[in-house]
């Protein structure tokens, strides 16, 4: 049956970004090291394009992140392009270049509306501005019998967490403390989370957690 999951990498100190993100550097000071351990593994590489790269425990988890996946949804800062709030930038098309990552459909949160955007590979953006239940919805029906994954960043899980929308989270614990970004699991309740499997390499410890109903 197809689940609603989120896979994403943090530090010990419960950040996905560092502090002072910008175009230049979207993932804040210090956030690029949280995806080191992806970047080594040959089946990151592959995914994206790109040769190189180590097979082991953290290329498996990697292999596993988008496999299953038949649509995503992500925040309006994941995204880029004019930062959260205010019009788009219609020149802007992503940090992926013209062949992103994902082949599958991705809805995008946000205040203002843009027309879908259509990419290389399958991808294609579309705009949601009428909420987090609505993208779900839509990304259901786009997904069909495969998964839908919350692809970030933190406030946009944390909001699919809070409201009780998500299956599953898979964090990646990257031994790293940034001391000031994003912050994951702010404002989230009293979630029961039920550990369903734990792999650990030199680079990380993957947990991956079911969320508990009732």
């Given at each position: 049956?197809?689940?609603?999951?989120?896979?994403?990498?943090?530090?010990?100190?419960?950040?996905?970004?560092?502090?002072?993100?910008?175009?230049?550097?979207?993932?804040?000071?210090?956030?690029?090291?949280?995806?080191?351990?992806?970047?080594?593994?040959?089946?990151?590489?592959?995914?994206?394009?790109?040769?190189?790269?180590?097979?082991?425990?953290?290329?498996?988890?990697?292999?596993?992140?988008?496999?299953?996946?038949?649509?995503?949804?992500?925040?309006?800062?994941?995204?880029g392009?004019?930062?959260?709030?205010?019009?788009?930038?219609?020149?802007w098309?992503?940090?992926?270049?013209?062949?992103?990552?994902?082949?599958?459909?991705?809805?995008?949160?946000?205040?203002?509306?843009?027309?879908?955007?259509?990419?290389?590979?399958?991808?294609?953006?579309?705009?949601?501005?009428?909420?987090?239940?609505?993208?779900?919805?839509?990304?259901?029906?786009?997904?069909?019998?495969?998964?839908?994954?919350?692809?970030?960043?933190?406030?946009?899980?944390?909001?699919?967490l809070?409201?009780?929308?998500?299956?599953?989270?898979?964090?990646?614990?990257?031994?790293?403390?940034?001391?000031?970004?994003?912050?994951?699991?702010?404002?989230?309740?009293d979630p029961?989370?039920?550990?369903?499997?734990?792999?650990?390499?030199?680079?990380?410890?993957?947990?991956?957690?079911?969320?508990?109903?009732?």
């Open positions: 049956m197809p689940i609603v999951r989120s896979q994403i990498s943090i530090s010990l100190d419960g950040y996905v970004a560092g502090p002072n993100q910008s175009l230049d550097d979207p993932l804040g000071v210090g956030g690029m090291r949280l995806h080191e351990w992806a970047f080594a593994t040959d089946s990151w590489n592959e995914q994206h394009g790109r040769e190189g790269g180590q097979a082991g425990v953290d290329a498996d988890v990697a292999a596993r992140s988008m496999t299953g996946t038949g649509a995503y949804v992500m925040g309006r800062k994941m995204f392009g004019g930062g959260d709030d205010g019009a788009w930038d219609e020149q098309r992503g940090w992926w270049g013209g062949d992103p990552p994902f082949h599958a459909p991705v809805f995008v949160l946000s205040h203002h509306e843009r027309a879908p955007l259509a990419m290389e590979g399958g991808t294609t953006f579309h705009f949601v501005t009428d909420g987090i239940e609505s993208a779900l919805d839509q990304a259901r029906a786009a997904a069909g019998e495969q998964d839908v994954q919350i692809a970030g960043g933190a406030s946009t899980v944390n909001q699919y809070a409201a009780g929308l998500l299956d599953e989270l898979f964090l990646h614990i990257i031994p790293v403390v940034l001391g000031a970004g994003e912050r994951l699991l702010d404002g989230v309740g029961r989370l039920e550990i369903a499997e734990t792999v650990a390499s030199p680079a990380a410890t993957h947990v991956r957690y079911r969320v508990a109903r009732g």
